[in-house]
């Protein structure tokens, strides 16, 4: 409700014609808009977690993004995040560089490349902060070039004895007195209505539109009907994913500043919560064998926070063993993390607890009460549909099966001489890659062909193709096709590299191939030679995780 002095304001305005801003975002052209508050959490490997969760997010392009880390972590978030999303300091300082210990410049934060700055949040307004000096401070970083997240909102106690606009609206006032009709082009208004922020109180989305309503009101008042109609305004409270879509759909809520929603996967259904974009989540995987693969795919996983390994079934390896064969590998390494056998029936990956079970018949593995909604069958035993089947009495969902299958149409080849000594032995081998490429791409079925030779190194294989091209190109011009589709449609799948590297380089490598610029060459330019390595234990363990993250989404 308004106070009587605001209630006079608005009146005042609304005589004026001046009600007209009061609009829908989408019917003024308001942008939605999400901004994350970080606040001082994070460690660098939760930062690179939450980098990571984002550059995997499916976001609304109707949705402009901003998230906000602690200024330690300001430059390396710009520098690896999506460039779609927009990076913002949590303060700025008054004025320019100089003999100020601790503070951070606007122009610093423009040399970095930021675009955004919080101003006047109420855990800095609560140290002391006057609305004059986060008027100034807000001001100076406009005209430095950053833009401006400007906060407002009120207490308990000014909620309770009904003088919020009374509380709020000189906050608003003071950023007023100093802007230019110029400057609120690049302001976004963030209400937080303090109260309701970590208390156990709850703002209902009537509430939150009758404040923004009477905020917008009195912004045009005095700064004028159309920089209240332009400027969008957001909700500053504790805004979860499932609260989003009720309160975005107020007339005066023009997005969020999300605090502790924004350190989670479930920011994406924020930004995505007016739109039919599906966010990734986190998927929940158990993997039936722990051997070669089955490790493997524990490592991938490992790197990813979308991934959860929340179970593995081997009735051979005991916990002890498990949390040995994890934690060190003759090719890839010790593992990045700590593995701790908890009992006989958990292990701790990196302190994340993963259910171990010890059956034999994968219809009596517990899938589903270990949260398990995929499974990697990677026993190479249970591999036709009907076998690998047998986990959904378990729970299971989806089975994605990690070896060759009966059912699928793919040939795994080899002949007598594969019993020979490796390690003393260049050995020619057949193998099915060549008829597996034109399965997958059906232009090129019968067209290629192709034979291996195993070779004494522990890991990574190479791949010498040989084409003869109906359409002539230069071997410079091959290349820069490969290096562009490397950093784009084939980005983390197909690498690209021109050092004088050799096979060991390239272990642990997660990509399915790695073009090699200087090894290929052109005897005309329609008889090439292009070389590509790759890892196929690690490659591999990382697309049947992809796989699984494709399927879930997709569903």
């Not at 490997?45 to 969760?53: A, R």
């Not at 993390?337 to 029936?345: L, Q, R, Y």
């Not at 035993?381 to 149409?409: L, N, Q, R, Y």
Request: charged share 20%.
């Amino acid at each position: 409700m308004l106070s009587n002095t605001a209630s006079k304001i608005v009146s005042s305005a609304a005589k004026k014609g001046t009600r007209a801003f009061n609009s829908t975002s989408a019917l003024s052209g308001r942008k939605f808009f999400v901004g994350g508050n970080w606040k001082c959490n994070g460690s660098v490997q939760q930062t690179s977690d939450l980098i990571s969760i984002l550059n995997q997010s499916t976001l609304s392009t109707d949705t402009e993004v901003v998230v906000c880390p602690s200024q330690v972590y300001v430059q390396g978030v710009r520098e690896k995040l999506r460039g779609d999303i927009s990076v913002g300091a949590q303060d700025v300082w008054v004025q320019g560089n100089g003999a100020f210990t601790g503070e951070t410049s606007a122009d610093m934060l423009k040399d970095m490349g930021v675009g955004w700055a919080v101003v006047g949040h109420s855990e800095r307004r609560g140290k002391g902060e006057s609305s004059e000096e986060c008027a100034k401070k807000a001001k100076y970083a406009l005209d430095k070039g950053l833009k401006v997240i400007a906060c407002c909102g009120e207490p308990l106690e000014a909620r309770e004895a009904g003088t919020t606009n009374d509380y709020v609206f000189p906050q608003i006032k003071a950023y007023a007195d100093v802007f230019s009709k110029e400057d609120w082009a690049n302001v976004v208004i963030a209400y937080e209505p303090i109260w309701a922020i970590g208390t156990g109180l709850t703002a209902t989305p009537e509430q939150a539109q009758d404040t923004h309503s009477d905020l917008r009101k009195y912004l045009g008042e005095i700064a004028g009907a159309d920089v209240a109609e332009s400027t969008r305004i957001l909700y500053g409270g504790s805004a979860t994913g499932a609260t989003a879509p009720g309160l975005s759909a107020k007339p005066d809520i023009d997005g969020f500043l999300v605090g502790g929603a924004s350190l989670k996967p479930e920011f994406a259904d924020i930004v995505n919560c007016n739109g039919a974009e599906k966010s990734l989540k986190p998927v929940n995987i158990g993997i039936n064998g722990f051997g070669r693969i089955g490790r493997l795919v524990m490592r991938a996983a490992h790197n990813d926070p979308m991934v959860n390994i929340v179970a593995v079934n081997d009735p051979f390896i005991p916990t002890n063993y498990m949390e040995y064969m994890l934690s060190f590998d003759t090719v890839h390494g010790k593992f990045p993390g700590e593995v701790i056998a908890t009992g006989d029936k958990e292990i701790s990956v990196s302190g994340k607890p993963v259910k171990v079970f010890g059956e034999m018949d994968p219809s009596k593995i517990s899938w589903g009460d270990a949260g398990a909604d995929y499974v990697i069958e990677s026993t190479g035993v249970f591999t036709t549909t009907e076998k690998a089947s047998m986990h959904m009495s378990g729970g299971a969902k989806k089975v994605v099966i990690s070896a060759p299958s009966a059912d699928a149409p793919m040939f795994v080849m080899g002949d007598w001489r594969g019993g020979r000594a490796a390690c003393y032995n260049i050995i020619p081998s057949s193998t099915g890659a060549a008829k597996a490429v034109g399965k997958v791409i059906p232009d090129l079925n019968g067209k290629l062909t192709g034979m291996a030779f195993r070779v004494p190194t522990a890991n990574v294989s190479v791949v010498d193709l040989t084409a003869r091209l109906n359409k002539g190109a230069s071997y410079e011009t091959i290349c820069a096709k490969i290096k562009d589709a490397s950093e784009n449609e084939l980005k983390g799948v197909l690498g690209y590299q021109n050092k004088d590297i050799v096979s060991s380089d390239f272990i642990s490598d997660n990509h399915s191939s790695i073009f090699d610029e200087k090894a290929g060459i052109a005897l005309t330019d329609d008889f090439v030679k292009l070389v590509s390595w790759y890892d196929n234990e690690a490659g591999y363990s990382q697309r049947v995780v992809d796989l699984i993250k494709h399927m879930d989404i997709s569903k």
